[in-house]
């Protein structure tokens, strides 16, 4: 059964740092790019970062750049989203999801757009409040 499975979620206060992680079952994620998407209460489900397993580069939102670092672990088919300098605006059900291919872009797909990745996990819960 291909499976992909987010956790890490917490409250955390503004300032904090969480890691998330997205553990793959039945299948490789070597074989795929892997993105972090998030979703808040009311808005539209938007990217955060992508990961290319073809050649290793990574690809952030500009609101995360710097804060937010996108890394994998093969050993373990998991991908990790570690994330620092919390903000409120940071509050979301994060998701991550497979790529159709093992690079973020391809021929007719953009990275930032969720209808171009298959495999969604079921989210983890981040919240930053004081």
């Known amino acids: 059964q291909v499976q992909l499975v987010e956790s890490g979620g917490a409250l955390v206060q503004p300032g904090g740092s969480l890691r998330l992680s997205c553990t793959a079952s039945?299948?490789?994620?070597?074989?795929?790019?892997i993105g972090w998407f998030r979703q808040a209460p009311g808005q539209e489900r938007e990217v955060v970062s992508c990961s290319s397993s073809s050649d290793g580069s990574t690809l952030y939102a500009f609101s995360v750049q710097g804060r937010f670092t996108i890394s994998s672990d093969n050993a373990k088919n998991t991908v990790y989203l570690q994330m620092s300098r919390l903000t409120p605006e940071d509050t979301a059900v994060y998701y991550c999801a497979t790529a159709r291919g093992r690079a973020c872009n391809g021929p007719g797909r953009h990275w930032s757009t969720p209808r171009v990745y298959d495999n969604w996990g079921q989210g983890t819960q981040v919240t930053v409040s004081s």
């Open positions: 039945g299948f490789s994620l070597e074989n795929y790019a």
